[in-house]
């Protein structure tokens, strides 16, 4: 969620540099697949899946509370690359600028008012991804944190250009206490694969 999962929050939990996804070689030397189905865990990298290359970097609990009780939400920081040369790849909600604009979250009123409707309505106009927690189906959305290697800067997007990178930024409202938690990603730009994201409780990094 842009300016509540602030990008200095990711980046302070993932270690990660703006530098790193600036470079040629990131997500190299790592496995490639073209399978229909591949299994990515807290740490693994895969440098070319159909054009896509991920690493599941980080995951995290944050500090506001959801509008219903007894969650919490979790924000999985995914590192992405986009490594055709002419095929846009849409990924998360196709109208995250919409969204910002109409639940801005730049001050601690704002957060107050608006960290629920806008979770709800990231939620809601994200398609290609489905969250699973200890057997049941969870609310989730995503969106992209697109990196600009001249500025050093990030912007939110609904989608990864060719040749570029940047974040998958990904946030669910679980149960407190929950064990586990898998990610199935559906992706628009290639017909009848997937991306599974398992990750459990241990593997979370407090924000």
């Known amino acids: 969620m842009s300016n509540k999962i602030s990008r200095r929050t990711f980046l302070k939990c993932t270690g990660a540099s703006a530098a790193a996804l600036g470079t040629a070689a990131l997500l190299g030397g790592c496995q490639s697949s073209s399978n229909a189905s591949v299994e990515v865990k807290v740490g693994d990298k895969v440098s070319n899946w159909n054009n896509l290359g991920v690493q599941l970097t980080s995951v995290f609990t944050l500090t506001s509370a959801p509008d219903v009780p007894g969650h919490e939400y979790v924000a999985v920081l995914v590192t992405a690359v986009n490594r055709s040369s002419s095929v846009t790849f849409n990924i998360g909600a196709p109208n995250i600028a919409e969204i910002n604009a109409a639940y801005p979250l730049n001050t601690d009123a704002a957060k107050a008012a608006n960290t629920a409707p806008y979770f709800h309505a ?18 989730s959305g995503a969106y992209i944190s697109l990196y600009d290697s001249t500025t050093e800067t990030f912007t939110d997007a609904p989608s990864l250009p060719p040749q570029r990178s940047g974040y998958i930024e990904l946030v669910c409202m679980v149960p407190t206490g929950w064990q586990q938690i898998t990610v199935t990603y559906t992706p628009t730009f290639v017909t009848n694969k997937t991306l599974t994201f398992s990750l459990s409780a241990s593997d979370v990094a407090k924000a």
């Open 122 to 139: 990231l939620s809601a106009s994200t398609t290609d991804f489905a969250v699973v927690c200890d057997g049941a189906d969870v609310e």
